[in-house]
């Protein structure tokens, strides 16, 4: 549960569709808004738009817009966004092998997917040496960022379908970038990532899933919800605080008769309406300065009107087909070590293969950095066809 995020600078927070489009005009489209749909059936994991991207990453990067299944109603569907970057050279035979990168929490607003934002110098940072390894990347946003809609916070249904709905609509559009995908995420993404991995072999069964690298993720089982809404501090300042807030902004999007009035306090109304137009590298710090604490965010009794948000938070299943990389950093302030320690104990009890590191020294950003070489590794292991070294307890 991170308010970490690939961006540039909240100078471009404030860009429109319009500056969008102008922005990505300058190479032509190859397709015009919903034109391609009009003599196929839609359906998730359609791809609708592709742009050229500008970037300084070795090889080429578009901005894609698809089809995607709506988390709250099965028989609609959403428009999500998503960036895909594809190596300089030949591909292999079989087309490049893809990694799903799942971004963290950046914010609920339509401007703050990554996508919008651009690809900047963190970004191409990350992705160069996977480009370099010879995979192609699809990164998607979520529902509700980067294109209108419904923005549902820790939703894993919800991300899970948008991860591998992007690698299909990728795939459809370049069909240089094969249907053999290694998951990935940080913290909100590593949710993604492991909930499209339990939601993979139903919704998407076209895709050959490798395996999952999940940084730093969080876990809201009955434990997790009660140190989210009743820490052990209630009187110091903690990232649930944001968390809060931006639950309860999402749930008031999705869900028209959610009363915030009867969960947060008058302190932290306006700052929740907040919480639905500023981007998360700015909310946080916002929700730092106001001076609110847990036990002063919450009323008595926003437990049950939160249910909705925590219930959707719950993973799909965490008896995982393919072995699964869990980093955890041992300074991690958002997503506690002990939290990823019980996903852990939950994935093994569940039979999933998990290889599990914690990094001492490393924040809940840090992680992702420090996990790098190991995330390789891991990655090479299962590109070969072997099995990564599986950390669970004898069953």
């Given at each position: ?295 002063t965010t919450l009323k008595p009794g926003a437990d049950a009107a939160l249910a909705p948000a925590l219930k959707w ?24 070590p002990t939290e990823q320690h019980r996903l852990v104990n939950a994935l093994c009890a569940a039979g999933t293969s ?23 590794g891991f990655a090479r292991t299962l590109l070969a066809g072997q099995k990564p070294a599986n950390n669970c307890p004898?069953?």
């Amino acid at each position: 549960m991170t308010f970490i995020r690939f961006r540039r600078t909240m100078g471009a927070t404030l860009l429109s569709l319009t500056s969008l489009g102008a922005a990505l005009s300058g190479c032509a489209s190859q397709d015009d808004g919903d034109s391609y749909s009009v003599s196929v059936p839609v359906a998730a994991g359609q791809a609708m738009r592709l742009d050229h991207m500008i970037s300084h990453v070795p090889g080429q990067a578009w901005r894609l817009t698809y089809r995607s299944a709506d988390a709250r109603n099965p028989k609609q569907l959403v428009r999500v966004s998503a960036e895909v970057l594809v190596p300089a050279g030949k591909p292999p035979a079989s087309g490049w092998p893809v990694l799903a990168w799942a971004h963290g929490e950046s914010g609920l607003h339509l401007t703050c997917a990554p996508s919008v934002m651009g690809l900047g110098t963190v970004q191409e940072r990350f992705y160069g040496p996977w480009l370099r390894q010879g995979f192609a990347i699809v990164a998607t946003d979520y529902p509700g960022l980067g294109e209108p809609g419904e923005a549902l916070l820790l939703n894993a249904r919800s991300e899970g379908m948008s991860v591998l709905d992007s690698v299909r609509a990728a795939h459809e559009r370049l069909p240089s970038i094969s249907t053999t995908v290694l998951l990935s995420g940080h913290s909100q993404g590593a949710q993604a990532a492991l909930a499209a991995s339990a939601m993979a072999a139903s919704y998407a069964p076209q895709l050959h899933i490798l395996g999952t690298i999940a940084v730093a993720p969080p876990y809201l089982d009955a434990q997790g919800v009660q140190d989210l809404l009743h820490p052990r501090n209630p009187h110091n300042f903690s990232p649930a605080v944001p968390e809060l807030l931006s639950l309860g902004a999402s749930l008031a999007q999705a869900d028209p008769s959610f009363d915030a009035n009867a969960v947060f306090t008058n302190r932290a109304l306006a700052l929740m309406h907040d919480a639905g137009s500023t981007c998360s590298s700015d909310f946080f710090p916002m929700a730092h300065r106001s001076g609110l604490t847990p036990a002063t965010t919450l009323k008595p009794g926003a437990d049950a009107a939160l249910a909705p948000a925590l219930k959707w938070a719950e993973y799909p299943s965490l008896s995982l087909s393919t072995p699964v990389m869990i980093a955890t950093g041992a300074q991690d302030l958002h997503s506690s070590p002990t939290e990823q320690h019980r996903l852990v104990n939950a994935l093994c009890a569940a039979g999933t293969s998990v290889s599990h590191t914690t990094y001492g020294g490393a924040s809940h950003s840090g992680t992702l950095a420090a996990v790098t070489t190991d995330a390789h590794g891991f990655a090479r292991t299962l590109l070969a066809g072997q099995k990564p070294a599986n950390n669970c307890p004898a069953q």
